[in-house]
């Protein structure tokens, strides 16, 4: 368990000297992957209690401590629901699965690769076909400074608009994805659906994409009113997103996410 006791403030981790757990930033490669992969099954597990299954769609990446070009992903046609320790892959940036029994999704293959071969900086990252995040893609549009929490993307997500409403299957798509991701930690693609990604954890990648999808919810929500929201401004959107938008905060927010999974649900490490 994550123990906060006489930390004053989490949401301002540098100037209160809060620093993430030491063994994610262990020495020792072993690990640091055993922790890498238990993270990135938790993430599955925590997207499936959000309902963002599909079929299929969806693939969450996490790179290899020892072999930065390779990454762990979920298992190709497995629910988030049932993704475990033993039956994650390990692939590398050309689709070749070089650990694991099952296929790699190839649209997971062909954006993810395509990032993490750009962005080497870019640890993991998550993507899967959510209801309002594939909704509010089909505007084309960034979400507005509307609430705090929309505050944590301000002037930190991209609109992609190259291969829009097109399956991502050739490998031409992933380099305009690649671009987008230059600074920013989310993308929206147009009439596909969200992304995002994180320099320092599966668990900030996969936090961010809940509340990437749950800021596109709100932002429906308001569009669906007959009333003008009120936009908060530019400098204020900033002082949020450096307070509530960090690499730290992401981490945090899954915490509480992950500690619940593995009271309930201890068999995603079989």
């Given amino acids: 368990m994550l123990d906060l006791k006489?930390?004053?403030?989490?949401?301002?981790?540098?100037?209160?000297?809060?620093?993430f757990p030491r063994e994610l930033t262990a020495n020792d490669p072993e690990t640091v992957r055993e922790n890498r992969k238990k993270k990135l099954v938790g993430a599955c597990r925590a997207f499936a209690g959000w309902g963002f299954d599909?079929?299929?769609?969806?693939?969450?990446?996490?790179?290899?401590?020892?072999?930065?070009?390779?990454?762990?992903?979920?298992?190709?046609?497995?629910?988030?629901g049932?993704?475990?320790?033993?039956?994650?892959?390990?692939?590398?940036?050309?689709?070749h699965v070089v650990e694991g029994d099952y296929a790699v999704?190839?649209?997971?293959?062909?954006?993810?690769?395509?990032?993490?071969?750009?962005?080497?900086?870019?640890?993991?990252m998550c993507h899967a076909h959510t209801v309002y995040g594939t909704a509010f893609a089909s505007?084309?549009?960034?979400?507005?400074?509307?609430?705090?929490?929309?505050?944590?993307?301000?002037?930190?997500?991209?609109?992609?608009?190259?291969?829009?409403?097109?399956?991502?299957?050739?490998?031409?798509?992933?380099p305009n994805v690649a671009r987008a991701f230059k600074g920013v930690k989310a993308a929206i693609h147009q009439n596909h659906g969200l992304l995002t990604a994180s320099r320092h954890s599966i668990d900030s990648a996969?936090?961010?994409?809940?509340?990437l999808e749950r800021c596109c919810h709100q932002q429906l929500m308001i569009d669906a009113t007959p009333h003008k929201p009120i936009h908060i401004p530019a400098d204020r959107a900033r002082?949020?997103?450096?307070?509530?938008?960090?690499?730290?905060?992401?981490?945090?927010?899954?915490?509480?996410?992950?500690?619940d999974l593995v009271k309930t649900q201890p068999d995603m490490f079989d």
């Fill in 206 to 211: 996969a936090y961010w994409f809940m509340a």
């Fill in 54 to 80: 599909y079929g299929f769609a969806g693939h969450l990446t996490i790179r290899d401590p020892e072999h930065p070009e390779l990454y762990w992903t979920n298992p190709m046609a497995v629910h988030f």
């Fill in 82 to 95: 049932q993704v475990k320790l033993s039956n994650l892959i390990l692939v590398d940036h050309d689709g």
């Fill in 239 to 259: 002082y949020s997103r450096e307070h509530v938008g960090s690499e730290y905060i992401g981490w945090l927010g899954f915490q509480t996410v992950y500690d």
């Fill in 139 to 174: 505007l084309g549009r960034p979400l507005d400074p509307i609430t705090q929490d929309a505050c944590a993307f301000f002037e930190d997500h991209a609109v992609i608009t190259e291969e829009a409403g097109q399956v991502a299957v050739e490998t031409p798509a992933g």
């Fill in 6 to 19: 006489n930390r004053v403030s989490i949401y301002q981790p540098e100037q209160e000297g809060l620093t």
């Fill in 105 to 124: 999704n190839r649209a997971g293959f062909v954006l993810h690769a395509a990032v993490h071969a750009a962005h080497p900086d870019i640890l993991a």
